[in-house]
């Protein structure tokens, strides 16, 4: 499975963004799909998952802002970012786990500042 996240960039507090992780390769093996993200100097954290059934969870610091979706094929999965603060400032990273293995995209960068 490879995965290839975009749609980081620098927005300022309150406003929204939109990340994009598309796969591909052998992506019928896969059972949930989400997103993380690591602060400089902080470890790698997970934001949100779905799951193959729809079934989402979010991190307490993201819920009710951040939304997680997907399309039925998991050609795509999506993350629509509403009210970014600057502690949401990250890189951020996809993956996909299947029943054997977890699979990283790159990361892509999220800066939010006025």
């Known amino acids: 499975v490879q995965l290839q996240a975009s749609g980081g960039g620098l927005v300022q507090p309150g406003g929204s963004l939109r990340l994009s992780c598309a796969a591909s390769?052998?992506?019928?093996?896969?059972?949930?799909m989400g997103w993380h993200r690591q602060a400089p100097g902080k470890q790698r954290e997970l934001v949100a998952i779905?799951?193959?059934?729809?079934?989402?969870n979010y991190d307490d610091s993201v819920k009710g802002r951040f939304t997680i979706s997907r399309d039925n094929a998991w050609n795509t999965v999506w993350l629509q970012m509403n009210s970014l603060k600057p502690e949401d400032t990250a890189v951020y990273y996809c993956?996909?786990?299947?029943?054997?293995?977890?699979?990283w995209g790159q990361g892509t960068l999220v800066t939010v500042s006025s």
């Open positions: 779905i799951t193959s059934g729809g079934t989402t």
């Open positions: 993956a996909a786990v299947s029943a054997v293995s977890i699979y």
């Open positions: 390769g052998s992506i019928f093996n896969i059972n949930v």
